[in-house]
């Protein structure tokens, strides 16, 4: 499942560089109901190196995958899932064991409801390691395009003259 970089349009300073296409893998999943049946959901997991904490789950709605149900949550969130429990709040991930084999369980949920799905471990796995060939654990901040030193030295707060003035001092 390698991917081939491709140019970015401009790189740190505007010369040219070379950005890692990112890595999306289709699968499906089963979307369980209280009476532990299932219903076979294709999704797409996505991940980009220009937000390199995060991955993404498309839902589709649709056989032409013209209509999604997006969800975006941390890669480490997943990663850990594949293991021991993990997440609290909207997104929970955790290792399954199914009559067909290993898999993740991934609980959403969203003031629209609730979804237990359960993913294929191995392809998950794979889709993992992909993500860290292209940015590995760790070293996610290298890939963030902010300019840190300017951050920290408060370059980047608004002079106190064009503060917001609905804020009082503590910025409140």
């Not at 070379?18 to 089963?30: L, S």
């Not at 993740?104 to 796995?125: F, N």
Request: hydrophobic share 40%; charged share 25%.
């Amino acid at each position: 499942m390698g991917r081939e970089p491709v140019p970015a349009v401009d790189g740190p300073g505007g010369e040219e560089s070379r950005q890692p296409a990112g890595v999306a893998v289709e699968t499906v999943v089963r979307l369980l109901a209280p009476d532990a049946s299932g219903v076979p959901v294709r999704c797409g997991l996505h991940y980009d190196p220009g937000d390199p904490y995060a991955v993404q789950v498309r839902f589709f709605l649709d056989r032409r995958r013209r209509e999604a149900v997006l969800w975006s949550f941390a890669r480490e969130l997943l990663a850990a899932g594949l293991h021991e429990p993990s997440g609290l709040g909207d997104v929970r991930v955790w290792p399954w064991r199914t009559t067909q084999g290993d898999a993740v369980a991934l609980a959403l949920s969203s003031p629209d409801g609730q979804a237990l799905l359960e993913a294929p471990r191995a392809t998950v796995a794979a889709f993992l390691e992909d993500t860290y060939a292209q940015v590995p654990r760790g070293r996610e901040s290298e890939r963030l395009d902010i300019d840190a030193d300017a951050w920290l030295s408060g370059q980047l707060l608004p002079e106190p003259d064009q503060a917001d003035p609905d804020l009082d001092q503590d910025g409140r």
